[in-house]
């Protein structure tokens, strides 16, 4: 599905190519009425068979993007392609989590579902039955089909969500913050879900305010602040632009310095208690054995490895509020 949207006077600019990509936007922008700009000229290219992690703090545009993706809202302007064929076709190829769907307490799972699938004017009706088996036993709900919703926990209510997106073959899941108001056994359910869905070739796009859910997650990232995209690429790309480090704990602070400079590591930074290098292509085993080899009384040792939030801090100078 592409979606070519203009300004006002503006021409009808061409759509984008989306080659491999399961989604791409160019430009694609929301001003709400009132002149908030939500979404800021968002140009977002997510890989077919990629687990994408579309972050930012709350209010950094991610639901709106969500929705015009789904065709829930017009943009303002700039262009979107989904899965790369026309809305109508592209959609029902499309599973969506946004904003988790109303189920009735008494009714078990399957005749949720049931009751779901049967609203889905574009859901075969004659193979319903087969289709919410399907999707149950894919979000491992098969053994409590027959429970009512009300007994489920946490987890299992988010995979219920999740297998309502899924009753039909899906190229493409988007699910906006599936983890958002769950405790820590659903959150690691959704989590390991989202992984098995992804590992059976659907392509995942997942928002999400916390930054170490999508490093765990996601093979690829985007990273909004304030409706702006920062950074996107894959989570080895967005970290590789830092370098790891290593901390030695130590008293000995000016031979420990000493010690990695003659070692060759960069950036040797000594303060109170600590000395922090640039870990390049040493071993640290080797720079521990240095360093206690010189008579360095060696405290503690570990390898720091940039994180995504060190990228947004690198990047917009600011820390990574998840309150926005
Ligand atoms: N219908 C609307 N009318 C006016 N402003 C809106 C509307 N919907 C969202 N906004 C504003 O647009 C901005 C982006 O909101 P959006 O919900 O897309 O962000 P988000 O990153 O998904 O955050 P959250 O995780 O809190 O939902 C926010 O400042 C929000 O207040």
Known sequence: MTIVTQEAGAPFGAAPPSGDAALVTEGL???????????????????????????????????????????????????????????????????????????????????????????????PGGTAKRRIADALERVGLSAAAGKRYRNYSL??????????????????????????????QGTREVRALVKEIAADGTTVFVSSHLLAEVEQMCTHAAIMRAGKLVAQGTIASLNGGLVARVRVETPDTADAARVLGTLGLADVRPSGGEVTAELGGHAPEAINASLVGEGVAVRGLAVVRPSLEDVFVGLTGEGFDVDG
């Open 29 to 123: 922008t929301k001003r709400f009425r009132g002149g908030q700009v939500a979404v800021d000229a968002l140009d977002l290219a997510v890989p077919r068979g990629s687990v994408f992690g579309f972050l930012g703090p709350n209010g950094s545009g991610k639901t709106t993007t969500i929705r015009m993706l789904l065709g829930l809202v017009a943009p303002t302007s700039g262009t979107y392609s989904v899965l790369g064929l026309p809305q109508a076709r592209a959609l029902p190829k499309v599973g969506a989590l946004v904003e988790g769907p109303a189920f009735y307490p008494y009714l078990s799972g399957t005749a949720n579902l049931a009751r779901f699938d049967a609203a889905d004017p574009t859901a």
């Open 155 to 184: 987890g299992m209510r988010q995979r219920l969500a999740i297998a309502a997106a899924l009753l039909g073959p899906r190229e493409l899941l988007i699910l906006d913050e599936p983890t958002n108001g769950l405790d820590p």
